[in-house]
């Protein structure tokens, strides 16, 4: 079993992410682990916008909360998907 971080939610049943690159357009899509770590191409394709939107979003403080891992930008699956639910119930 693997041990979760208390202070990250849990990903909603049924909640679903991206699809990876390489993956054909008409497959279903796959449930997300809310552990599992997004880079931009990830958060763009869930958002339904360009790298550049997100890339713009983080200069001015908008958007999903992001961090680093080295030089590599990530966000926590589960960061993204409350981000779009607090947009949803706050509109």
Known sequence: MMATNSNMPAAEAGVFGPLRRGT??????RLVDAQELWDIDDVASYLGVTKQTIYSWRT???GPAGFRVGKH?????????N????????P
């Not at 054909?24 to 899509?29: E, F, T, V």
């Not at 981000?83 to 706050?90: A, F, G």
Request: glycine share 8%.
């Open 24 to 29: 054909a357009r008409g497959r279903a899509p």
């Open 83 to 90: 981000w779009t639910v607090q947009l949803e119930e706050n």
């Open 60 to 62: 001015t403080g908008y």
């Open 73 to 81: 930008l990530r966000w926590r699956a589960a960061t993204v998907i």
